[in-house]
Structures are given as structure tokens and as C-alpha cells.
């Protein structure tokens, strides 16, 4: 894709983003909040942004990160580890982080 033409997900993820912590959550996908995120990086590491612009971009990104932490704290909720007991029956326990 030409870094000219943005992608859906540039498109939608600001719009989101930049209306701030008075919505829980962006109307992207958790997959188009990365690809957001992945589009600042590259933008604010390619050094062409205003100090002004770099703050504004830091700080969509700061939310789309909690986003996402959001996204998949709550997968991880739901993830149930199978396991395998010592009479061979199948028992669902919740999954542990790992430390």
C-alpha cells in the first residue's frame, strides 16, 4: 500500500482515538488499532512531524496501546486452558499469567 493513501484503519483509528478518554473505547478493531499504532511509529520515527504533530501522535497512541491492553485483557479473560486429568477426563480451568 502507498504511504500516500492511507488504510482503513489510519482512516478509522484516529477519528476514534482523538475523540479522548470521554469514549471507552475506539471503533477499530483490535487489529486496526495496531495498524494504527504501527503507522505512527513509522511516521514519528521518520522524523518529518512538527514537535506538536509528534505530542498529538504520542498521545493517540498512548490510547490506542490501553485499547488494546483492554482488547486482550479481556481475551485473555476468556481463554479457558484444557487440561488433562490424571483418569483421562478433560477439565477447563482459567488461564494463568505467566509471572
Known sequence: MS???PS???KAAPRAA???SKEKEPAASFEEAV???EALV???ESGT???DAMVASFEEGRR???Y???KLSAVERRIELLTRQPDGSVRAEPFAEEP
Do not use: F, H, P
Open 49 to 51: 512531524e512538527s514537535l
Open 42 to 44: 513509522s511516521r514519528m
Open 35 to 37: 495498524a494504527r499504532l
Open 18 to 20: 482523538a475523540r479522548g
Open 3 to 5: 504511504e500516500e493513501t
Open 8 to 10: 482503513r484503519a489510519e
Open 64 to 66: 490506542l496501546v490501553d
Open 68 to 70: 488494546c491492553n483492554r
